[in-house]
């Protein structure tokens, strides 16, 4: 699921087509401009020639000055989108490589850890993938996270032996890949009831909400087992929620979310690796990892330490 952030970046990227349309319109300047400023050179003998075409001249220079003030127009908007881009990968960066804690029902996000994707040589997820998050090995869904993780094993052991170099081979690939992800999907999709860190809530139109939760260890609440998600409630759900934080002066901290965790994930036959910002991640070649959480309830939720107290 993608960040605000990664989301308004993914925005302001599909702009660029306006640099090409920028490089186009300068071109023609260029073309245009030094033959529409020429004087017309008639031919010896025909004076009367050069009247027809003064119109023709004067209306190239008008076109000339308007594509000028539209290509200026352009450029002006390009560098907003460069600076708006440039801001907001900083403010990425921030979210990813932040050490410090979250603060619970405030509003700042904090992954906790450095950048939590990391590809290997191949472009494929690593085993350092969401190394920042502490999420139990054995908990395939302790987090969206564990599951892809989990996810990403299971795919490397089903297709380390199996070729797609050539294009008998990709089709047999692709085959396989569209079976596999049909069985996993089916495995890692099950009830769930996640602690999570409350980073932010908002009531919608039409009394729904949205709230911004990252789960976290339920016994210290110090680790967090996955980055922040963005949950949509029902008016059910979302007025019980109200009433909660409303009662608790919006000093909730935690809150435990039950609901059914379902994998969705897709096969792209023009996906092989990684690239920069894509999103949703490749669990391997030509499948990518999808979700859907299917929130009941949400109510408060607390750290229970299972320590005994003095050892006893």
């Not at 993938?129 to 908990?139: C, E, K, Q, R, Y």
């Not at 929620?241 to 435990?256: E, F, I, P, Q, T």
Request: proline fraction near 5%; glycine fraction near 10%.
């Amino acid at each position: 699921m993608k960040t605000r952030h990664e989301a308004a970046i993914g925005r302001i990227r599909v702009g660029f087509p306006g640099l090409m349309l920028a490089f186009c319109l300068s071109g023609l300047l260029g073309f245009l401009a030094p033959n529409a400023g020429a004087s017309y050179q008639p031919r010896e003998g025909s004076d009367d020639e050069t009247a027809p075409l003064e119109p023709m001249v004067e209306g190239l220079t008008n076109e000339v000055q308007e594509l000028r003030a539209e290509l200026a127009v352009l450029l002006n908007i390009i560098e907003e989108m460069r600076g708006r881009m440039t801001a907001m990968e900083q403010e990425l960066s921030v979210l990813r490589g932040s050490n410090g804690t979250g603060n619970g029902g405030g509003g700042s996000v904090d992954p906790g850890g450095s950048d939590p994707f990391t590809l290997d040589d191949d472009g494929m997820a690593g085993s350092g993938v969401f190394s920042d998050l502490g999420f139990p090995a054995d908990a395939p869904l302790a987090s969206p996270e564990a599951a892809f993780v989990i996810a990403v094993g299971l795919y490397d052991e089903a297709f380390a032996d199996l070729s797609y170099e050539s294009p008998r081979d990709k089709i047999n690939y692709v085959r396989r890949v569209r079976q596999w992800a049909g069985r996993t999907d089916r495995t890692l999709t099950d009830k769930i009831v996640w602690v999570c860190e409350l980073q932010d809530f908002e009531m919608l139109q039409g009394g729904t909400a949205v709230i911004t939760v990252q789960v976290v260890n339920p016994t210290n609440g110090s680790d967090y087992w996955s980055r922040p998600h963005v949950l949509e409630l029902s008016r059910r759900t979302a007025s019980s929620l109200n009433r909660l934080h409303s009662s608790a002066r919006g000093d909730l901290d935690y809150v435990k979310v039950s609901g059914i965790f379902r994998v969705k994930q897709q096969v792209d036959e023009n996906r092989s690796e990684e690239g920069l910002f894509e999103e949703p991640y490749l669990v391997g070649p030509f499948v990518t990892f999808n979700y859907e959480i299917d929130v009941n309830s949400v109510v408060a939720g607390a750290i229970v330490d299972p320590t005994p107290e003095n050892g006893g």
